[in-house]
């Protein structure tokens, strides 16, 4: 009995020295990052795995997308001939068919006619801003063939091509009276100074045709009649032919790459009169 009793004892004894021997230990070991509760935090242990808010995302979450908004095409009416936008082509006549815009305004620009040329207010002031920058850049100018022109110029213009060339040719060359872009007063005939290639598909290929190829999207301008479009736009490559759109849709016509009006809002192409 007494030896059973001396046996406990010293069992019991061995586990507090072993308790002992544990506790110091523990309080001898290195402490983890997480010093507030004294356990170490999983960021700190060795068979921890780095969180996925350490490393970069490969491909950003839809929150991240840089992609930008939709190009939104109803800001202003295509069909209603003072809209900066109105697509007036062989399907499409003004409507009017003698419409005539209210806010004409004259520029100082030079004309190779010598008179003074008149566009409708934006179109002027972006016109006239653009060309004094072209001959800031390169000291060259840029003049101008042909501007607004009324439903009754417009009747004569078309019936003196009609006279040169016969109808069929003159379709491709000037519009019918209603369905002219001249008569917005937002579309213009542009040429260098001296006048090179005026009217002739050559003119692409001149500084001022390079320039204005390159540059007029930056101030609301659109070549209206690219080359080899013609089954769209029913006209023949006018690289001196540019129209007034806005900054806005010039700049996403030209980011985009879509050439014509009306390609961008989904019109059916206009290669002949209806």
């Known amino acids: 009995m007494i030896r059973r009793r001396r046996i406990l004892v010293i069992a019991g004894a061995a586990v507090v020295v072993i308790a002992l021997v544990a506790g110091l230990i523990a309080a001898l070991a290195p402490k983890g990052d997480d010093t507030a509760s004294g356990t170490p935090s999983a960021s700190s242990s060795l068979s921890a795995k780095p969180s996925r808010s350490a490393s970069p995302s490969a491909t950003p979450s839809p929150s991240e997308s840089l992609t930008p908004p939709g190009f939104d095409k109803t800001q202003f009416s295509i069909d209603d001939p003072a809209s900066i936008w109105v697509v007036s082509d062989k399907l499409r006549p003004l409507n009017p068919v003698d419409y005539a815009p209210a806010d004409l305004k004259?520029?100082?620009?030079?004309?190779?006619?010598?008179?003074?040329?008149?566009?409708?207010?934006?179109?002027?002031?972006?016109?006239?801003?653009?060309?004094?920058?072209?001959?800031?850049?390169?000291?060259?100018?840029?003049?101008?063939?042909?501007?607004?022109?009324?439903?009754?110029?417009?009747?004569?213009?078309?019936?003196?091509?009609?006279?040169?060339k016969g109808q069929a040719a003159a379709d491709l060359t000037s519009a019918r009276p209603g369905f002219s872009e001249h008569q917005t007063g937002l579309a213009v005939d542009?040429?260098?100074?001296?006048?090179?290639?005026?009217?002739?598909?050559?003119f692409a290929d001149t500084p001022q045709g390079l320039w204005l190829a390159s540059n007029a999207y930056k101030w609301g301008f659109i070549l209206r009649y690219p080359q080899g479009l013609t089954p769209v736009t029913g006209f023949e490559f006018e690289p001196w032919h540019y129209r007034y759109v806005g900054v806005e849709l010039a700049t996403e016509m030209h980011d985009t790459g879509v050439q014509t009006l009306e390609q961008f809002f989904g019109l059916p192409a206009a290669p002949d009169y209806a």
């Open 190 to 202: 542009l040429v260098g100074v001296p006048a090179k290639c005026g009217l002739n598909a050559c």
């Open 106 to 164: 004259a520029m100082p620009i030079p004309t190779t006619w010598g008179a003074v040329p008149y566009l409708r207010q934006p179109a002027a002031d972006a016109l006239t801003a653009m060309t004094q920058q072209y001959t800031a850049e390169t000291g060259l100018s840029i003049q101008i063939q042909s501007d607004y022109r009324s439903y009754a110029s417009q009747v004569k213009v078309y019936n003196g091509w009609v006279a040169s």
